[in-house]
């Protein structure tokens, strides 16, 4: 083994948080009524319901963490939007960035166990010049998954680019972007 000291540069930062609401039945039944022409997703106002102010608050406490943990300075945290996607079977969520924002978020408020999760890619464009063949891991990757699992959320750069491929089954997320 080599004395080495390993200086990890340039981190980007994805935090995973779990929350089961008590008002989930509310929520559910909210979007699902609010969704009744297949629409892909709700209006950005969520954050200004009733049925949502737990998750709101709950959403807060992490993205305090979040900036607290990484040494951010800032006054106040403001919700820009927060809305609901549904997907149905077969549909997916196309790569997608969220900008004029700081940090974005998902939370699966129902999943399936066929659901896609959500896949997010390298930020670093010149690092997918040349790539030797490798045993992806966390160190090497140009593109990481997270499960789509009931009762777990995201918290991420909005700058990141993600997407949700094909699901298998339908799920019910609700995002949200905050700037500070």
Not at 24 to 30: A, D, G, N, V, Y
Not at 140 to 147: C, D, L, V
Not at 159 to 170: I, K, Q, R, S
């Amino acid at each position: 083994m080599v004395d080495v000291k390993v200086h990890k540069c340039f981190p980007t930062v994805i935090y995973e948080f779990d929350y089961i609401p008590s008002d989930k039945i509310m929520m559910e039944s909210w979007i699902r009524q609010t969704q009744k022409n297949h629409k892909y997703h709700t209006n950005d106002d969520l954050h200004q319901l009733s049925y949502f102010m737990n998750l709101k608050e709950k959403i807060y406490n992490v993205t305090k963490q979040y900036l607290d943990d990484l040494e951010f300075e800032y006054k106040k945290l403001e919700i820009t939007g927060m809305w609901a996607n549904k997907l149905h079977e077969g549909e997916s969520h196309p790569p997608h960035t969220h900008s004029n924002n700081f940090l974005s978020g998902v939370y699966y408020l129902t999943a399936g166990k066929e659901s896609s999760p959500i896949q997010f890619f390298d930020p670093r464009p010149q690092a997918q010049v040349l790539r030797p063949r490798n045993k992806t891991n966390w160190n090497n990757a140009s593109m990481i998954q997270f499960s789509a699992v009931q009762g777990k959320g995201y918290i991420f750069p909005s700058w990141l680019l993600h997407w949700v491929p094909p699901t298998g089954d339908e799920s019910i997320c609700i995002s949200w972007n905050i700037i500070l």
